[in-house]
């Protein structure tokens, strides 16, 4: 039978009986060992990709480490500059604390000095004192008194003297 351009005959049934064993042998040599290769290939892709996001995420890992280190080195080292501050301040504030209680020491030992030496000239001024009041009371008395109405005459006079408020 003729229809046209193709005539449906044995050969025309051995041609698609050809075409389908054809195409089932590629398949099986072909088809299989291509699609497998691409799986394997797409496989292999992904499995790239993994280990580079992978490697990715460890990268960003270390970067944050390491970016933590330097904080925290950072701030170790601003703590140990806040402290040497601290430790200057109070050096200095021990060193003006003793010259200061060095100045307080030595004003207290001018202090006592000055006592000593205000005491001196009292004590002077007093024998002095003792000593013209006895010439003074001898030219007035123009007697000569015996040594021990001397004696209680001058311890006398010495002690309304000392008594007496003496003014710089």
Do not use: C
């Amino acid at each position: 039978m003729k229809a046209g351009l193709v005539e449906i005959n044995w050969t025309f049934a051995f041609q698609i009986i050809n075409t389908i064993i054809l195409y089932l042998i590629l398949k099986k040599l072909l088809f299989k060992p291509v699609t497998e290769f691409m799986q394997s290939r797409k496989d292999g892709i992904s499995a790239s990709l993994e280990e580079a996001e992978n490697m990715t995420e460890k990268a960003n890992e270390l970067k944050a480490q390491y970016e933590s280190k330097i904080k925290a080195s950072e701030e170790e080292g601003r703590q140990i500059i806040r402290e040497a501050s601290v430790r200057a301040d109070n050096r200095a504030t021990e060193i003006v604390k003793a010259a200061e209680d060095e100045s307080d020491s030595i004003r207290k030992r001018a202090q006592i000095e000055i006592e000593r030496e205000k005491e001196k000239a009292i004590n002077s001024l007093k024998d002095e004192i003792a000593t013209i009041a006895i010439m003074a009371a001898s030219k007035v008395i123009e007697k000569d008194l015996d040594a021990e109405a001397h004696e209680s005459f001058v311890k006398q006079f010495i002690d309304e003297v000392g008594d007496a408020k003496w003014q710089n």
